[in-house]
């Protein structure tokens, strides 16, 4: 069974910090870019952070860049989001992704909440 299971979401006052985690099993997962995507209310789905397979490469939404840092452990199957200097604007929920464009997978997590509110 694949699983993708998201942590860390919750309420944080702007300016604030947040780290969010996901732990993947069932798939080789050094393997797969992983990347964290997030869907703000009455908004579209969208990218924030990607990070490739070895994690040598990464990339991220232009809104987010220089606040947001994703970064994997293969060892331990799981990939972070650090988000500093939150902004209202980056209120959502956000999804963890794993993708293996040679063979057209993608597997999602469940998503986790973040709120970030005075």
């Known amino acids: 069974q694949v699983q993708l299971v998201e942590s860390g979401g919750g309420l944080v006052q702007p300016g604030g910090s947040l780290r969010l985690s996901c732990t993947a099993s069932?798939?080789?997962?050094?393997?797969?870019?992983m990347n964290w995507y997030r869907q703000a209310p009455g908004k579209e789905r969208e990218l924030v952070a990607g990070?490739?397979?070895?994690?040598?490469?990464?990339n991220y939404a232009d809104s987010v860049k220089g606040r947001f840092t994703i970064a994997r452990d293969n060892g331990k199957n799981m990939v972070y989001l650090q988000m500093n200097s939150l902004k209202p604007e980056d209120t959502g929920v956000y999804y963890c992704?794993?993708?293996?464009?040679?063979?057209?997978?993608?597997?999602w997590g469940q998503g986790t909440q973040v709120t970030v509110s005075s």
């Open positions: 990070i490739f397979s070895s994690g040598s490469s990464t």
């Open positions: 069932g798939f080789s997962f050094s393997y797969y870019s």
């Open positions: 992704n794993a993708r293996r464009s040679t063979f057209s997978v993608n597997y």
